[in-house]
């Protein structure tokens, strides 16, 4: 159990993942209720994202400041910790979103891309700058 507890706390950025879960369950649940007053279709687009928010969210927050901190040129490193979680996540949610479910996938979709392309873009330049203040980039 252990093992799991530090695997868990190693890949995955916990806080990021449960904030990013509550904000995205709300969001994509008032998308898809409000195109079609489908409690149960929206509530199960609502979950599916949050619980992938949850865990792939915390995921590509986490591979994000691991790319940033990776790299030794600043705008390279900042460049790829933005693209490529980002990628990885739209691909992702649009899959999890086309399954049944989702009256409005790509809308759902929509919203992800909205939020984690600036997200991670932050992410890298926050995780960049504090390592900067412990002198490891000059």
């Known amino acids: ?7 868990i706390k ?3 950025d916990i806080k990021m993942g449960i904030a990013g879960a509550v904000v995205m369950a709300v969001i994509v649940f008032y998308i898809n209720y409000h195109g079609s007053r489908d409690t149960l279709g929206a509530s199960t687009a609502a979950l ?6 949850f865990l792939f969210g915390g995921i590509i927050m986490r ?10 040129v600043n705008l390279i490193a900042i460049a790829l910790a933005c693209i490529i979680p980002s990628a990885i996540s739209i691909l ?6 086309s399954l049944k479910g989702t009256p409005k996938p790509l809308q759902s979709t929509l919203v992800t891309a909205f939020f984690v392309i600036p997200s991670t873009l932050i992410w890298a ?3 960049r700058q504090k390592k900067k203040k412990t002198n490891h980039y000059q």
Do not use: D, P
């Open 1 to 7: 159990m252990q093992t799991i507890i530090v695997f």
């Open 10 to 12: 190693k890949n995955i």
């Open 48 to 53: 599916k994202q949050g619980g992938y928010t």
């Open 63 to 72: 591979m994000s400041e691991r790319i940033s901190l990776a790299i030794s």
């Open 92 to 97: 992702l949610t649009y899959g999890l979103h």
């Open 125 to 127: 330049f926050i995780q």
